[in-house]
């Protein structure tokens, strides 16, 4: 008898359906508006590097028709190079959200715990349950930063992983450099800890930590760093860890064998060189936190300090319904409810007539919430 209860995983037939962020295109198609922007998924809004695309349509052109290369030899090679590494030490897969998926993979028993911060990305999690292993989520401290006492704290005999990701997603906060090395110092050998970069290149803060100078000595710590946030290219999918060589050779053998594509690898490789344009988001990217900090400011709003292309922002009222309002305006954002932080949003920094607009719309939201007699 077909029953798809009984022939699905348990761990799998639990999970829920993963929720992304909505596509541009369905809130045309619910709302009826057009000039909708999408502010909901940290994505570059300058779009993508034009060395990039460049190249790109050069790839698609001339070799579209032929297998990539499995290793993505050439994009390995100069990440490697660029971070002073072997290539042996350099993991490409589909997004950081593919590498995490091996990650999972190659490490995982059902047995097997995995510390990680109770608000954070949820791709942790997710991978966590698919492979039937436990999470252990910390609570975060009071000010929402990572507290890594306690998740020194919870490592026992069965954990196999720690995922610290720095700058978090969602509140765009550091651990700090001594942070990390107290992580790091207190964390044996044979318990995996992955520092979750995906931000790296826009945290310019001081104390944020270096990790690569710690790869030498310590075997057990995994890198994780995307083109999908500086580079603008999320939609192509390319994620990459740095780790000890015989870490990348174990995860070779979960990979699939073509992962990265083809058009993705040209589009990634000449993104590397392309300064000018990571510099102009850097600095867009600046342009547009500082607003954004002087008009929460202004309007009585906390918002949190982002190292990231993101902030965090507690609107004081029950963040799905200025979810709904700003929808209704053609503004996507994250509402952070189901992550437990009923009041928060998070929005990604887009162009500054971008920005002025969710300014605006958050004012006509709340002043129209107080004229109906609402608690703001
Ligand atoms: C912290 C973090 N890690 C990993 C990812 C996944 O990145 P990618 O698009 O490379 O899969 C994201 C994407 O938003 C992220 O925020």
Do not use: W
Request: one cysteine or more; proline letters at 5%; a negative charge.
């Amino acid at each position: 008898m077909f029953d798809i209860q009984q022939m699905v995983r348990k761990c799998i037939l639990k999970r829920k359906e993963y929720i992304p962020g909505k596509p541009i295109e369905e809130v045309e198609r619910e709302y009826g508006i057009p000039h909708i922007i999408k502010l909901d998924s940290n994505e570059n809004p300058l779009g993508a590097s034009p060395l990039a695309i460049e190249a790109m349509i050069r790839e698609i052109k001339e070799r579209s028709h032929l297998y990539p290369e499995s290793l993505c030899y050439d994009l390995s090679r100069k990440l490697a190079v660029k971070f002073g590494l072997q290539s042996e030490s350099i993991f490409i897969d589909n997004g950081a959200d593919g590498v995490i998926t091996m990650i999972g993979l190659t490490f995982l028993n059902p047995e097997d715990e995995v510390i990680f911060a109770e608000i954070s990305f949820p791709a942790y999690d997710n991978i966590v349950a698919k492979m039937g292993a436990k999470s252990v989520k910390i609570p975060m401290r009071r000010d929402f930063t990572i507290d890594i006492d306690a998740m020194i704290k919870a490592i026992h005999q069965n954990t196999k992983l720690i995922f610290l990701c720095n700058p978090n997603n969602p509140t765009g906060l550091m651990t700090s450099k001594n942070e990390f090395e107290q992580l790091i110092a207190q964390t044996p050998e044979n318990v995996l800890i992955i520092s979750d970069e995906a931000y790296f290149e826009f945290a310019d803060h001081e104390d944020y930590p270096d990790t690569l100078q710690y790869l030498k000595n310590h075997k057990n710590l995994i890198i994780l760093r995307s083109f999908s946030k500086i580079m603008g290219l999320a939609g192509l999918r390319v994620g990459y860890a740095m780790a000890a060589p015989e870490i990348v050779k174990a995860m070779l053998k979960a990979r699939e064998p073509f992962p990265v594509n083809r058009i993705a690898q040209a589009g990634a490789l000449a993104a590397l060189d392309d300064d000018a344009f990571i510099d102009k988001t850097k600095c867009l990217n600046q342009e547009g936190l500082h607003y954004f900090y002087d008009a929460f400011d202004a309007m009585g709003l906390t918002c949190y300090k982002s190292h990231t292309n993101f902030i965090m922002v507690d609107v004081g009222m029950d963040a799905d319904f200025v979810f709904e309002e700003l929808l209704k305006k053609g503004i996507i954002v994250r509402p952070l409810k189901a992550q437990g932080i009923k009041n928060g949003l998070r929005i990604t920094i887009g162009l500054m007539e971008q920005n002025h607009r969710v300014i605006q719309a958050l004012k006509e939201i709340f002043k129209g919430n107080i004229q109906n007699g609402k608690d703001k």
